[in-house]
């Protein structure tokens, strides 16, 4: 995949861009996690750790190493952002038995990144149970700060929420050149968060599946490339 470079969209280089949601401040990050400075806290969604062990064990073509890379990703963005909680909202493990594929080396390198520091699964339709052996807490949902942060966003034109589970994802044709990149999407009442996992997929943020959750309304989208985390405007985004 081409890489999304300055030079191409005339913006300057950045790695984390400020967003607002219901006037609380945020970070987006290029890595797609969100941080929130007055909170301390690191958000994060769609782990999907051993997806690649999920696929090999049926015969799929897919490296079974995504635990490893995922989390070695998230400790730089955590020591980055010197984060003091972790909130990770839903589909963390990619399927209920997770936890007797994923190496004790990998559940070692979990253990280092939990250590001083509060760790929240929240849990979502791929792991709706979370084994003790991933350490932390779980919940259904969490409120922070007036926040709800949650795995699947609710339906309707809501506020005060942060959520996953549709790996939202842009699509843009310009200079010639066609890119799609995971995205972050929202309309500063509430926020979607790209997948962070390394294998996951995502989905066109003009697909259907979002107009009950924004309706074209104020859309914001923030791109991640190679080398910086882009706004982009509603009118170069384009379907699959």
């Not at 253990?111 to 259904?140: A, K, L, M, S, Y």
């Amino acid at each position: 995949m081409l890489g999304l470079r300055p030079e191409r969209l005339a913006l300057d280089d950045f790695k984390t861009q400020p967003i607002s949601i219901c006037g609380k401040p945020f970070v987006a990050d290029q890595s797609g996690a969100l941080y929130w400075p007055p909170e301390r806290t690191l958000i994060v969604a769609d782990l999907h750790l051993e997806k690649g062990s999920a696929h090999a064990s049926r015969g799929l073509m897919l490296p079974p190493y995504d635990t490893r890379q995922t989390l070695l990703r998230l400790a730089q963005v955590i020591d980055r952002l010197e984060a003091d909680t972790v909130i990770a909202l839903g589909d963390s493990l990619h399927d209920t038995k997770a936890a007797e594929r994923i190496s004790a080396e990998d559940l070692e390198i979990l253990r280092i990144i939990q250590q001083d520091r509060r760790w929240v699964w929240v849990t979502g339709n791929h792991d709706p149970v979370i084994g003790d052996c991933f350490g932390g807490e779980r919940t259904e949902e969490i409120a922070l700060a007036g926040i709800a942060l949650r795995h699947e966003p609710r339906l309707g034109r809501i506020t005060h929420e942060i959520a996953g589970h549709l790996h939202p994802a842009a699509r843009i044709s310009i200079y010639g050149t066609s890119l799609r990149r995971p995205c972050f999407l929202g309309n500063g009442l509430r926020l979607i968060l790209p997948a962070f996992g390394a294998f996951t997929g995502g989905l066109n943020v003009l697909d259907d599946a979002f107009l009950p959750l924004f309706d074209d309304d104020g859309l914001a989208v923030w791109m991640l490339g190679e080398e910086g985390l882009y706004p982009i405007a509603a009118r170069l985004l384009r379907r699959d």
